[in-house]
């Protein structure tokens, strides 16, 4: 998807007790989560996983950050499993893209892998696209359908760094076998999918990626070049395996129960 790219991983300043700390307002804990100190003394909590709330929990100890918002960037239990017990303990509230919404309200409703085990209710629901004012910070939001169609991608600046929250999507070359995150079952897609969100980050200019599966790296445009041009060119060969040259009726999972956020 992106050949001959460096990881460019950010080395983050990284104690015994797992907790990464990237810029002196942001830190990761377990697999996929974020925490965003505001000098309010309140915490911004990015994709949640059950997994790596006692290391969150130690980081809100010792930095007396009180977490009173949690964010999502897609709908898989990995990245929001650990919402309840947020709201349980400390009262946070979540704030959610349609996009994501949607199936975390009633996952069952949909045939869609890797879901939460749980309903999830959204406290408050952000614009498709646009802006979201938290505290002194101010995100950029957009749909970001690349390793999954329900995905959401968020940018704010945070000690001078224009970080942007990339969830699944478009990791470093060497994990996943160099793919990306590219799922079919997930809905991924080339020309509706991946080449639109590789634009949208070369157009937003992100100097940090925060991705998940411990996976922060500098941005580089190059990177999202190349990612354009594999999207357009495995499109092609795809269509030229199809029977009827179409990956819709051939390629893609046809026929499962979608979100309506989702469709076209």
């Not at 991924?188 to 940090?208: H, Q």
């Not at 999207?231 to 309506?260: I, Q, T």
Request: positive net charge; proline residues 9%; contains cysteine.
């Amino acid at each position: 998807i992106s050949p001959a790219e460096k990881d460019r991983y950010v080395e983050p300043i990284q104690s015994s007790d797992g907790v990464r700390q990237i810029l002196p307002s942001l830190y990761q804990f377990g697999e996929n989560g974020y925490l965003l100190c505001s000098q309010s003394g309140e915490g911004l909590v990015v994709d949640p996983y059950q997994g790596g709330l006692p290391v969150l929990d130690k980081i809100l100890k010792d930095k007396h950050i009180k977490p009173t918002a949690a964010v999502v960037s897609h709908y898989h239990y990995d990245h929001c499993d650990g919402i309840p017990y947020l709201k349980k303990h400390y009262g946070t509230k979540t704030y959610l893209h349609p996009l994501v919404a949607e199936p975390l309200a009633d996952p069952a409703k949909y045939d869609i892998p890797y879901p939460a085990p749980f309903r999830i209710k959204t406290d408050v629901l952000w614009p498709n696209r646009g802006t979201w004012p938290w505290n002194e910070y101010t995100f950029r939001i957009a749909p970001w359908p690349g390793q999954t169609a329900g995905h959401t991608v968020f940018m704010t600046n945070i000690d001078g760094k224009r970080v942007v929250f990339a969830g699944d999507s478009f990791t470093p070359a060497s994990r996943w076998n160099g793919t990306g995150g590219f799922y079919a079952c997930n809905y991924s897609r080339f020309r509706e999918g991946y080449l639109p969100s590789a634009r949208l980050l070369l157009e937003w200019k992100p100097e940090i990626v925060a991705a998940g599966h411990t996976n922060c790296y500098w941005f580089a445009a190059s990177k999202f070049r190349k990612i354009i041009a594999w999207a357009k060119s495995a499109e092609k060969a795809v269509r030229e395996l199809c029977p009827s040259g179409d990956p819709d009726k051939d390629y893609y999972p046809a026929g499962l129960a979608l979100p309506s956020s989702w469709r076209k």
